[in-house]
């Protein structure tokens, strides 16, 4: 596999201490590298959250207070990581999630993502707001991946877009339900976020200082949200994902309309955005396959308690009724790990595999996901075990207070 690196060209002062020529080593590293080879407005989209941040911190700041027991003396031998999610073989329980924007990060970042995700074995989950539209992932990779949905005013388009789905093939439909109306993300507003950028003095500027970025993107026909310019009605041209969802996005959502999907899908379907108990239970009752313990990466409302924190009491309120797993604040294999221990079947990666498309395209999310790979297995090891499946509650050093 070809791995990135960090640059050994002089970039500027402020990076000085990082762009040496030496391999990447974590999550951490690869986010460093997108932020310095993609442009500010696309980068700030995906590293950020609404008003003042504190949910998106607290997404990854909270894994902190899980502790692990590190046992001795045990057979390390013939580990694995193999697993389910939502009845579907995978090398480990993470899957790419829905990001949008994502051919943003990297020309065609999209198919770049859904191949390497497909290489190493995981589900690739496709946003509504994509910039590859679903028929260009379909097109340009082998393996079935999962489109997630939204639900919009023109329910026409609604069911054109879960016909399409299932045409191409797609194995699992994840419908996000926390998104009826859009949080404010200042950054974004500041930045004047628009795909394809506008041609400001600024945004030129910023782009050519990312030349590589740049020479990628000229050589695409991607630069639009291609699931919605052409197919929905009197859409021929779309930049702003802000003004779409203002005009678009249904805040009458509600549960008669998660089971009129569940119909029209008839496959596997997977309900995203679940943060409290009552809801989860609401979720189960749909007779979806699975949900997923999600707040939106702390992009929705600012101030909710993190994915994490929220992951136990959700376990325990829906116990077998539906599969339950999980996204928010993912950087590493320990907090897949973490994740299982509290409750979770499986667990997704937004932000953490977006760094690794910024920073190196396809290579790049290929080696976050061997990053994943290898920090869940060590961290499994360490704590007696070896095989994934029988991480419980038993690998913790005690229950993690969150409210500290």
Not at 85 to 101: D, E, I, K
Not at 119 to 130: D, E, H, I, Q, R
Not at 147 to 168: C, G, N, P
């Amino acid at each position: 596999m070809t791995s990135v690196r960090m640059p050994s060209s002089r970039p500027p002062s402020r990076w000085a201490n990082l762009f040496t020529d030496q391999p990447v080593t974590c999550v951490e590293d690869l986010r460093q590298l997108a932020e310095w080879r993609v442009p500010r407005m696309f980068y700030d989209y995906a590293d950020s959250g609404s008003y003042t941040e504190s949910t998106y911190r607290a997404n990854e700041s909270d894994f902190g207070r899980i502790k692990l027991r590190q046992r001795v003396a045990v057979d390390m031998t013939n580990r694995t990581l193999a697993s389910t999610m939502v009845g579907q073989p995978v090398a480990m329980p993470v899957a790419l999630a829905p990001t949008g924007l994502t051919g943003m990060q990297h020309a065609d970042g999209e198919i770049l993502a859904a191949r390497a995700a497909s290489k190493a074995g995981v589900p690739f989950t496709l946003s509504t707001m994509s910039i590859c539209s679903i028929e260009d992932v379909a097109e340009n990779t082998d393996k079935p991946f999962w489109f997630q949905l939204y639900v919009m005013r023109d329910r026409s388009f609604i069911d054109k877009l879960i016909d399409r789905a299932k045409a191409a093939g797609c194995s699992a439909l994840v419908l996000t339900l926390d998104l009826q109306i859009l949080g404010q993300r200042h950054k974004d507003i500041k930045n004047g976020l628009s795909t394809p950028p506008k041609l400001t003095i600024g945004n030129i500027l910023d782009m050519a200082t990312k030349p590589r970025w740049s020479i990628n993107m000229l050589r695409t026909k991607r630069r639009t949200f291609r699931n919605i310019v052409g197919h929905a009605t009197g859409v021929s041209n779309l930049s702003s994902l802000s003004s779409w969802t203002a005009e678009q996005f249904d805040p009458t959502l509600n549960w008669d309309d998660v089971r009129r999907i569940r119909d029209r899908w008839g496959g596997k379907l997977i309900l995203k955005g679940i943060l409290d108990p009552e809801d989860a239970v609401m979720a189960a009752d749909t007779g979806a396959d699975a949900l997923i313990v999600s707040n939106h990466g702390g992009r929705q409302l600012d101030g909710a308690v993190s994915s994490i924190s929220a992951l136990p009491a959700i376990v325990e309120a829906v116990g077998d009724r539906i599969e339950v797993l999980m996204d928010g604040g993912i950087r590493s294999g320990q907090d897949v790990v973490k994740a299982l221990a509290l409750g979770a079947k499986g667990t997704f990666i937004g932000r953490a595999f977006l760094y690794g498309l910024g920073a190196g395209g396809e290579a790049g999310v290929a080696q976050c996901l061997e990053i994943i790979r290898k920090e869940m297995d060590v961290t499994m090891a360490m704590c007696g075990l070896r095989d994934i499946k029988d991480v419980t509650a038993n690998i913790l050093a005690g229950k993690p207070d969150f409210a500290a």
